[in-house]
């Protein structure tokens, strides 16, 4: 899981998915910011954006996998 290091909170208008890491702690959610084409992981412990990650075009499903060492995003302006 990303480290809980505060960062600027994410400017998008556009939320595309969003899920969560059901098992880790802290607990993290994940959500897709479709206009500056990131996923910022949010410390649900003090819901701070701990962590943004850049994407490819339009990111817009999220899915964590199961011990949460990584994230998948699908982009949707990429077909991807």
């Given amino acids: 899981a990303p ?3 505060p960062t600027s909170t994410p400017t998008t208008t556009q939320a595309g998915g ?3 890491t ?4 802290p607990a993290f959610a994940y959500i897709t910011n ?3 084409d990131t996923v ?6 003090t819901n ?3 962590r943004t990650f850049d994407t490819g075009d339009g990111p817009y499903g999220v899915a964590v996998a199961p011990g949460g ?3 998948y995003v699908s982009n ?3 077909d991807t």
């Fill in 69 to 71: 060492e990584r994230i």
């Fill in 48 to 50: 701070s954006v701990s």
């Fill in 40 to 45: 910022s992981a949010l410390n649900t412990a």
């Fill in 3 to 5: 480290e809980a290091t």
């Fill in 34 to 36: 479709l206009d500056d």
């Fill in 18 to 20: 969003a899920t969560v």
């Fill in 76 to 78: 949707t302006l990429e």
């Fill in 22 to 25: 059901p098992d880790a702690s």
